[in-house]
């Protein structure tokens, strides 16, 4: 029983490492995107804002 949940439990770690490694590679290509998602975000709120006024 104690071996399968340490072998989870470094599958799981290996998992998550993984993980933020492709996430930070995603991160690095989508910025550019990411920015720009951002501005319009920005824009379509204060557009959102003067409506309100």
Known sequence: MKET???G???G???T???K???QQLGRKNQ???SMARDSTKRFLF???KKKE
């Open 5 to 7: 949940i340490l072998e």
């Open 9 to 11: 439990m470094g599958s």
């Open 13 to 15: 770690k290996e998992q």
């Open 17 to 19: 490492f993984s993980a």
């Open 21 to 23: 490694g492709e996430i």
């Open 32 to 34: 550019r995107k990411a």
């Open 47 to 49: 557009q959102e804002t």
